[in-house]
Nanobody, 120 residues
Framework: QVQVVESGGGLAQPGGSLTLSCIITGTPSELYEMAWYRQRPSEERRMVAFERKGGEVNYNPYVTGRFTIARETDRNACILQMNDLVVEDTATYYC??????????????WGQGLQVTVSS
């Protein structure tokens, strides 16, 4: 049984920091990619950062230089270190991981979401 366990988040002041953690267990194989997405009210879910097997990393431009993603590949775990937070970072953050299923599709896993609120 696959489980996605997220932790962290909460309330921070502008300029502050928060760390989000995620571990995905029970997958049939090592995940190819782990990522964090976020969704604000009335908006679509958007990619924040991902790290792929082999080390390729990508960030959405609005977090580049402030957020850092780091994976533990052998554990299907990752963290998102968020620094220099701004009010616009307020959102629900979701952990995602996926791997090819060997049949041309993917096995795609999502967490339940973590609330991050940036406010003075």
């Amino acid at each position: 049984q696959v489980q996605v366990v997220e932790s962290g988040g909460g309330l921070a002041q502008p300029g502050g920091s928060l760390t989000l953690s995620c571990i995905i267990t029970g997958t049939p194989s090592e995940l190819y990619e782990m990522a964090w997405y976020r969704q604000r009210p009335s908006e679509e879910r958007r990619m924040v950062a991902f790290e792929r097997k082999g080390g390729e990393v990508n960030y959405n431009p609005y977090v580049t230089g402030r957020f850092t993603i780091a994976r533990e590949t052998d554990r299907n775990a990752c963290i998102l270190q968020m620094n220099d937070l701004v009010v616009e970072d307020t959102a629900t953050y979701y952990c995602n991981g996926w791997a090819p299923d060997g049949l041309g599709g993917v096995l795609d896993y999502w967490g339940q979401g973590l609330q991050v609120t940036v406010s003075s």
